[in-house]
């Protein structure tokens, strides 16, 4: 657990530097993920989920931006990354 607490909050910060606002709240059953409101790019993750989630459900929404290859990550968060782009 707290390998993943140390991956969200790395990943959290990456999606700063990145340009994102990243907020956790209270969901219900919806799921959260990307979205753009004003021109600011937002990640919204479900508070109610575990960490391993809400962590899958950010990286979800930074595996695609290209950006993102020029970030310095650790090897365990390299390798969810990698999982996420595996078919």
Same mark, same amino acid.
């Given at each position: 657990?707290?390998? +993943?607490?140390?991956?969200?909050?790395?990943?959290?910060?990456?999606? +700063?530097?990145?340009?994102?606002?990243?907020?956790?709240?209270?969901?219900?059953?919806?799921?959260?993920?990307?979205?753009?409101?004003?021109?600011?790019?937002?990640?919204?993750?479900?508070?109610?989920?575990?960490?391993?989630?809400?962590?899958?459900?950010?990286?979800?929404?930074?595996?695609?931006?290209?950006?993102?290859?020029?970030?310095?990550?650790?090897?365990?968060?390299?390798?969810?990354?990698?999982?996420?782009?595996?078919?």
């Amino acid at each position: 657990m707290s390998d +993943t607490l140390g991956l969200l909050e790395e990943a959290r910060q990456i999606a +700063t530097d990145l340009g994102y606002e990243v907020r956790e709240e209270p969901l219900g059953d919806l799921p959260g993920g990307p979205c753009t409101v004003g021109g600011v790019r937002r990640v919204i993750l479900n508070l109610e989920h575990s960490a391993s989630d809400r962590l899958d459900g950010l990286l979800r929404a930074l595996v695609d931006d290209p950006r993102l290859a020029a970030e310095p990550t650790s090897r365990l968060l390299a390798a969810r990354l990698h999982a996420l782009k595996s078919p």
